[in-house]
């Protein structure tokens, strides 16, 4: 059975940062690209960033480029974000999933129809 558990969201100022972590069990964490992906109420979810399965290349939306860093750990099954300079607009419940439509090493996507096994996020609320 596959689990995934994001954590790390917290209240914080605009300006200030945080360290998003999601976990993921029950797979092969290196047999997948990981992907952040964000949804605001009313909004639809949002592909934040993804990283391929060893970390070679990285994908970030415009709107994080420069201040957002993805990363992962295969050896502790672990994916991160680095936020920092954050905003209002940042605001929103952040998750984290594998890729499972596509294996390849190298590549990664944004597009949230690509992954599965959705975890139950992590709150990111920045105050002006």
């Known amino acids: 059975q596959v689990q995934v558990v994001e954590s790390g969201g917290d209240l914080v100022q605009a300006g200030g940062s945080l360290r998003l972590s999601c976990t993921a069990s029950?797979?092969?964490?290196?047999?997948?690209?990981m992907g952040w992906f964000r949804q605001a109420p009313g909004n639809e979810r949002e592909g934040v960033s993804c990283?391929?399965?060893?970390?070679?290349?990285?994908n970030y939306a415009d709107s994080v480029k420069g201040r957002f860093t993805i990363s992962r750990d295969n050896a502790k099954k672990t994916l991160y974000l680095q936020m920092n300079s954050l905003k209002p607009e940042d605001t929103a419940m952040y998750y984290c999933?594998?890729?499972?439509?596509?294996?390849?090493?190298?590549?990664?996507?944004?597009?949230?129809?690509?992954?599965?096994?959705w975890g139950q996020g992590t709150q990111v609320t920045v105050s002006s």
């Open positions: 029950g797979l092969t964490f290196d047999d997948y690209a």
């Open positions: 990283i391929s399965r060893i970390g070679a290349n990285t």
């Open positions: 999933a594998p890729m499972t439509s596509d294996r390849s090493w190298f590549g990664c996507s944004r597009d949230a129809n690509k992954y599965n096994y």
